[in-house]
């Protein structure tokens, strides 16, 4: 009987670790499948406009408000949301070509720093106008003037913001950008710009990479080719933008007397820029590699970035998003209509 019981004993661990495990594995497949979910979404005629990341932030948020938070599963829930989140970052530096960014757009480089800067600023400043939340105007700031979602992932955790926040931040950039970009295109034909005016004009004021290219591709391939060149600058300054924040934060820790709380380096970041240097001078010329690999690198990246904003929106609770997000999101449509305006008048 003692042995038996001895045999139950030792049996429970292994019970519970396997029981772990599995639990581990469904909160991931969880958040995919919500992914999934936001990729048929997006296919419906309407919602193909707003895309597969903000319809799978959608629905995870309204799955919330139903259902509540999936506690069980919540361990792979948060593998999704804070280590796959790492890992798209780090895919993201393949689609930046570092090559093409210095010999052909060091000019749209300029350009773009002064429209990051401008952005941040300018949402900071009406966030504290219109007495809204600092952190999610922050992040509103950094996506409008970056690259839309991943520059918001990448920000946030140094900047230490709540998963929440993180996902409101991203639902509204995705969506309001995917307005502006329909409205480029729909203003396209009446505007008195050249094709390259339009393409820099796009490039350098919508937020995320398929935003550009949804709005540029109308102007033709020169107005697409020198609007991803122009957005590929902004993304190139991601990365000391960054650096910048950390430096900011841990001034204003030290400031507080926390200097015991510095800003975990974001190694993720490293990982960036090593992809971008392959991708812009090993792989395709060093070591081959076919389009249709590179596409499906590109594709697994959305994926991943989907699933980990999904384990975001599943923190989003409705009451907070009709109480913290109304005056951000003011806050951040108003710089991007100045933001498009300024760069309008740049670009005749």
Known sequence: MSSEHARVLQAEPQKKGSS???LWIGGVAFTFFIALLGYFLAK?????????????IIIAIIYRQF????????????????RLLRVAIILYGLKL?????????????????????????????????????????????????VCGAAAIAAVAPIVKSKDEDTAIGV?????????????????RPFLPLSPVEYGAWTGTSLHEIAQVALAAAPGGQDALAIGLLAKLGRVFLLVP?????????????????????????PWFLVGFIILSILG?????????VSTGVMNGVSTATTWLLTAAMVGLGLNVSLKDLRTKALKPLIAM????????????LIAL
């Open 20 to 22: 772990g495990f599995g």
């Open 44 to 56: 419906i005629p309407g919602f193909d406009h707003i895309g597969q990341l903000a319809c799978s």
């Open 67 to 82: 259902f509540g938070y999936p506690e069980i599963i919540r361990k792979g829930i948060t593998f999704s949301s804070k």
């Open 97 to 145: 070509n570092i090559d093409v960014v210095l010999h052909d757009g060091l000019g749209l480089l300029l350009r773009d720093a002064c429209v990051i800067a401008f952005a941040i600023f300018l949402t900071i400043w009406l966030a504290k106008i219109l007495k809204a939340d600092k952190m999610i105007s922050l992040l509103l700031g950094v996506g409008t003037g």
């Open 171 to 187: 639902g509204i950039i995705a969506l309001i950008g995917t307005i502006f970009a329909i409205v480029y295109t729909i203003l």
């Open 241 to 265: 933008l960054c650096f910048i924040f950390m430096y900011w934060m841990n001034r204003k820790n030290k400031g507080k007397g926390q200097s015991d709380t510095k800003i975990e380096f």
């Open 280 to 288: 812009s001078y090993v792989f395709g010329h060093s070591i081959p």
């Open 333 to 344: 449509v108003i710089t991007s209509i100045v933001l498009s305006v300024v760069t309008y």
